[in-house]
């Protein structure tokens, strides 16, 4: 029930409210924290994926154009010098950037 400043009410229907499911094409980091070599998944298998590695400034650290199957390599290879903090990851695949929080211990 909605009453307006004029003191009109209007009724509406109820709304059906679907849980969020995770969306097909979700990249995921694992494990996060990153206490060992990381996992990237959910990365589409054809085409090449935009990666990006930044301070939690900001700053770029790292990019790289890889397939779903070098994409993680990459990110352990960035990973690997860069004391404990927490980063961002950047994921632009198809067009779609994801950006993904990433915390090292």
């Given at each position: 029930?909605?009453?307006?400043?004029?003191?009109?009410?209007?009724?509406?229907?109820?709304?059906?409210?679907?849980?969020?499911?995770?969306?097909?094409?979700?990249?995921?980091i694992t494990p996060n924290?990153?206490?060992?070599?990381?996992?990237?998944?959910?990365?589409?298998?054809?085409?090449?994926?935009?990666?990006?590695?930044?301070?939690?400034?900001g700053r770029v650290l790292?990019?790289?154009?890889?397939?779903?199957?070098?994409?993680?390599?990459?990110?352990?290879?960035?990973?690997?010098?860069?004391?404990?903090?927490?980063?961002?990851?950047?994921?632009?695949?198809?067009?779609?950037?994801?950006?993904?929080?990433?915390?090292?211990?």
């Amino acid at each position: 029930r909605q009453t307006d400043l004029d003191g009109t009410v209007h009724l509406t229907q109820p709304v059906v409210v679907e849980p969020v499911r995770a969306a097909e094409g979700l990249v995921t980091i694992t494990p996060n924290p990153a206490t060992g070599p990381v996992e990237l998944s959910g990365l589409p298998a054809a085409g090449p994926v935009r990666l990006s590695l930044h301070h939690a400034t900001g700053r770029v650290l790292a990019t790289a154009s890889a397939t779903a199957s070098e994409a993680s390599a990459w990110l352990n290879t960035a990973l690997a010098p860069l004391p404990a903090g927490v980063y961002l990851l950047t994921v632009q695949a198809a067009g779609q950037p994801q950006h993904l929080r990433l915390v090292k211990p």
